[in-house]
């Protein structure tokens, strides 16, 4: 029979130990070995598999909890932890002290965060990563606010059929049950925000706060008894439903995310935010939202700016960042369901009009459709500053969206790029992290005394930790097969051989992601025969651990699993190769450690950045993969291994076949000998240098520390100043706004009519100056509204320049008719072809990049 009624019954913690309560209210518990430990003691086999203190508190016998109230010992282990948790959230850090003019509040919109498997509100790496940057935000103590979505049901708990097809369930979570409490009104009533719907009654939602140390996480639930069932199902699951569904979910987190941040704040005290971080497309609605407030008014009866001043105050403070390589895995919708949302008369945004709404996503560039409505296109049209993943990232998105600004070659599209990074306390082995406190190396300190300290640790003390690591691998993965089995439909009987899968001293391969075709999850199926070989080896053999989820919509993706799991189901091969279901944070941080090597395959170059591979770099993992995503930024040759690329061959089947031997070659012939060459004392002597030197070359690097600061000082900050440079005086917004309409208007007479050269001739020499007057008519504008530059580089054979560098040119004379001479010149310091040309673009203080309007006019 079925309950008419559910709620949860908190327990009552005596007050000796009422800390457990305190501990358990900040998910900075799940970085902080000090409050595991007190969790693990409460009861350790609950903790063991829960790893959840809200769930142990509410399960462990009100009888263990009086007898911790008398433990002295016990109490004063939990004080410390409580007054530990207390000292990180009240002292100066690294933002305190060095960037004291920084912003004052920074909200950061994602749809989903992965901080730890008890709030499981994520699907893969953009959560993880997005829980990454909050954590390491708190460690730096940047003023960082999360925003995001509630989902009733999470993402989707994965099993396996008995022929290995995947199988989605979706269990309800109960909120009482999370690390997280609701946000109250004064009155203790629950904080809730609204949006109008389209021909309905509003969407309602209630705000509920997760700490995430000193970081708080905004999550909206529609989930409310005020809601009519369709709109109670807004938050039901992550990226599901159908095309309104999800737009009604970018709503409320656009929209929402920004009336819950103010009902914060209103409750709270805290400070509003001055920058804006869009994390992806998705939470792209944020910025009309914001426009709305500043053009509609509060009935204060000061006067609003217009719409277009509304947008640089907005666009000065916005952030966004993309991280999909592929024009598929961008959000786009009908204009039509748009306009429906966002009519003039009973939309979502009153007072926002619907013309100017569409024409900020909207595809009106060549091979853009104009029936769509492109998320990722308003994100960059609302943020004056966007970055990619990693370098590579940086490249591939310029080429994606260089329609955006086609007057400008792609090195010049206004995307930079910011490389991920991970979150080391939550995915580096305690084992590794207690050797490094002890030698006093500090990875996230200075990287040359890094080095050192790392130089100064025998080889055996880590080999044997890992050695350990696998062990514990092991155990889990032997647990979770049987368990998986079971599932499956196996009898007890017939899982004896789960407790001989796997062993810790094989040479162990990793390979776990979401699973798009792109990511190649069979690639290693190409030659199975080989693949067993290398599996079975008597002297070397290989073991793969392998994990990943298809999105339930991707019957591709279930296929790629099944054939996975058909060939580990081998029963000559299934203590050599497992694929573990459900794979999520808690699985993670045993793989992570265990295994010595980190496989990635995707095709390149459709890897935005891919993170797992630095956490098991700092685990002493060494990377095989692609040089995609971050990897081609890093990869230095001894680091690990890189897995040749066939970009150029255009059958697919073809280059999966190359790759996959490239892949198969590097395991038996260089990966493998290297791993089983053992010293007198049993040590691989060539691995432990490898792993060192990945330690000192990447440890540095992937930290989402070193990440967040990259954000604060080339994005957060100067987001800050020009949005405090448009606030002051109160007009500058619309000063810029009538600016740039007054140089979009004048820009068709823009044009660069006669250059001259002097100092070179036909054949110049290194050192030789190269001197340039340019004739610019500049029609109704005025010389300080543009920039002349001349533009150099080396000439290829179609005379197009690339390495291109800029010189700007001053203006000399002004003759009548809105003309004007300019001069300037640069210093030949290299032979080779040469090749320059001049250019006129826009200028204004309040600019972030030359290609910001989009305008140029070439000689």
Known sequence: MRAIRRFTVRPVLPEPIAALGELAGNLRWCWDPAAQDVFAEVDPSLWRRTQDPVRLLGEVAPARLDELARDAAFVERLDEARDGLRRYLEDDRWYQREVPDGPRAIAYFSPEFGIAAALPQ?????????????????????????????????????????????????????????????????????????????????????????RVGRVPLLLLDTDVDANPSHYADVTDRLYGGGSEHRLRQELLLGVGGVRALRAFSRITGAREPEVYHTNEGHAGFQGLERIRELTTGDGSGQTMPAFDAALELVRASTVFTTHTPVPAGIDRFERTLISQYFAADGGVLPGVPTDRVLGLGGEDYADGDPSMFNMAVMGFRLGQRANGVSRLHGHVSREMFNGLWP???????????????????????????ALVAEIGADVDGDPAAFARALGAVPFGRVWGIKRELRSRLVTDARARLRESWTRRGAAPAELGWTDEALSPDVLTIGFARRVPSYKRLTLMLRDPERLKRLLLDPERPIQLVIAGKAHPADEGGKRLIQDLVRFADDPDVRHRIVFLPNYDIG????????????????????????????????????????LDGWWDEWFDGENGWAIPSADGVDDPDKRDDLEAAALYDLVEREIAPRFYDRDADGVPVRWMEMMRHTLESLGPKVLATRMVRDYVAGLYAPASVAARGLEEGGSGAGELAAWKRRVRDGWPAVRVEHVESHGVGEAAEVGAELSVRAYVALGDLDVSDVEVQLLHGRAEGDDRLTSVQSVPLSPADRFEGGRAAYVGGVRLDRAGPFGYTVRVVPRNPHLASTAELGLAALA
């Not at 953009?126 to 009733?152: N, T």
């Not at 630095?614 to 692609?626: D, P, Q, T």
């Open 587 to 626: 699985m993670a941080q045993q793989l992570y450690p265990g295994c010595d090597v980190w496989l990635n395959n995707p095709l390149r170059p459709y890897e935005a950045c891919g993170t797992s591979g630095m956490k098991a770099a700092l685990n002493g993992g060494l990377n095989l993969s692609i």
């Open 122 to 210: 994520y699907s893969g790496g953009l959560g993880i990563l997005a829980g990454d940057h909050l954590k390491a935000a708190s460690d730096l103590g940047v003023p960082i606010v999360g925003v995001g979505l509630l989902y009733r049901h999470g993402y989707f708990t994965q099993t396996l059929s008995r022929e290995g097809w995947q199988q989605e369930s979706y269990p309800v979570l109960d909120p009482d049950e999370m690390p997280i409490t609701a946000l109250r009104e004064a009155d203790g009533s629950p904080a809730t925000i609204a949006i109008a719907m389209p021909g309905g009654p509003d969407l309602r939602a209630r705000v509920w706060v997760a």
């Open 407 to 433: 007057a400008f070659d792609e090195g010049e599209v206004p995307i930079g790029s910011i490389t991920n990074g991970v979150h080391a306390p939550t995915w580096v082995a305690r084992e590794l992290r």
